[in-house]
């Protein structure tokens, strides 16, 4: 049996179906990946919005479809720099040994 508009789904069952809605330990970096790529893929797969951003920015359609391909590599840029929590403890307590010493 269906669900009309998606009423009474569980966001387990949300998250199985749509890939893009994310989950409680992505970062916001990840998230915002998704979105951006998410909006590449749609105006590359509507021609005439693809054909609305070659002439705003007087390029080719293949040169527009092969610039937004490789926005989709990193959309946002590179990832943040992660904490490391255990390579930061062993920092500080090397500092602690240095200080003692």
Do not use: F
Not at 12 to 38: F, I, P
Not at 45 to 66: C, F, I
Not at 74 to 92: A, M, N, R, S, W
């Amino acid at each position: 049996m269906s669900n009309p508009g998606g009423a009474g789904m569980t966001t387990d069952q949300l998250k199985a179906r749509y890939v893009g809605t994310g989950h409680a330990d992505m970062s916001k970096h990840e998230w915002l990946s998704n979105q951006h790529r998410d909006t590449y893929a749609s105006i590359l797969g509507h021609a005439d919005q693809l054909l609305y951003y070659a002439t705003a920015e007087n390029e080719s359609m293949g040169r527009v479809r092969l610039n937004l391909l490789h926005k989709m590599i990193q959309p946002c840029g590179p990832p943040p720099p992660t904490k490391d929590v255990d390579k930061i403890l062993e920092q500080q307590l090397e500092q602690q040994q240095q200080e003692d010493n």
